[in-house]
């Protein structure tokens, strides 16, 4: 009896098991590119390739996750439209900030978005794509606080994500060596830090400290700008430098979408207006906008 019932288990768990081949096989069979796009024909016959993208999503409005955890924004619409105008395809995977420029470089990460700014120092270890934002730094404060102007954070405690040009700015106000500048792994956790009456200031890209005071008014915090201070910035698309191949298809794709429209589309999506910038504007319908 119990050796029938013995016989009986391994039967079952060897039907089982015979059945998870099948699953398992079955998938791996599945055609891989159902959902690719038609626009590459080198790839008619091997699965095509899906190109890593990393971003650091703690940035809203441009890349974040929503409630069920997927990567959102407006850099991820950007970019899916980019690939579809540039005939490849890609997958997001979060990259902290601190670490992202080296995933590229060791080939963790085909390709960033991530807000990044185009500097002549990240164009000595990686290649941009066309500039498809404009940005500038701009200052976070208390609603009651006295600062009118960026020179006004010389001796006062500053909040910064490490390593963006938020940082590098500061950094340059009150030199290397200020134990005034306090650096955080994220924007979002300096602007909690400036609510908590740790910093007397923030110092991030203007596009996320606008949409951080709009979106937490309990703050009670007041931005300040300073285009005399700031130069203005651009966000790139970066690859591994001399990846010529996969910058030509980027390039193709933001061209693309700059010139159809969809750019603008994205673009009203997430902000609520036309794009009005020079990056931001396509090459001959700049009157369609404002
Ligand atoms: N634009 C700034 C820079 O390039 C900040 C970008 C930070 N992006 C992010 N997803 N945290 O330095």
């Known amino acids: 009896m119990a050796h029938q019932d013995t016989r009986r288990f391994l039967k079952t768990a060897g039907m089982l098991l015979a059945g998870l081949v099948l699953v398992a096989c079955g998938k791996q069979e599945a055609p891989p590119a159902a959902a690719a796009s038609a626009a590459a024909p080198a790839s008619a016959a091997a699965p095509a390739k899906v190109y890593v993208v990393g971003t650091d999503a703690a940035y809203a409005p441009f890349e974040f996750q929503n409630e069920k955890g997927e990567i959102v924004g407006f850099s991820v619409d950007l970019l899916n439209a980019v690939a579809e105008k540039g005939g490849f395809q890609v ?3 979060n990259t902290p900030w601190e670490g992202i420029f080296n995933s590229l470089g060791q080939g963790d990460r085909d390709l960033l978005i991530s807000s990044i700014t185009i500097t002549d120092e990240r164009k000595q270890t990686m290649d941009f794509s066309n500039p498809y934002f404009d940005a500038i730094q701009l200052i976070a404060v208390k609603a009651n606080s006295k600062v009118a102007k960026f020179d006004d954070l010389k001796k006062l405690k500053v909040g910064v994500q490490t390593g963006t040009t938020g940082d590098e700015v500061v950094t340059k106000l009150q030199g290397k060596t200020s134990t005034n500048i306090k650096r955080f792994e994220s924007t979002p956790l300096a602007l909690k830090e400036l609510e908590a009456g740790g910093v ?13 005071v709009a979106n937490n008014p309990d703050a009670k915090f007041k931005t300040v700008a300073d285009t005399k201070s700031f130069a203005p910035e651009q966000y790139g698309i970066a690859v591994k430098k001399g990846n010529a191949e996969l910058l030509a298809m980027i390039n193709k794709g933001v061209d693309a979408i700059k010139a159809d429209g969809s750019y603008s589309a994205i673009f009203k999506k997430t ?11 396509a090459p001959a319908a700049s009157a369609a906008s404002s």
Do not use: L, M, R
Request: no cysteine; hydrophobic share 50%; net charge negative.
């Open 91 to 93: 997958k997001f995977v």
């Open 271 to 281: 902000f609520g207006t036309e794009p009005t910038a020079p990056a931001a504007a």
């Open 200 to 212: 007397d200031a923030v110092v991030a890209d203007n596009g996320v400290v606008i949409h951080y």
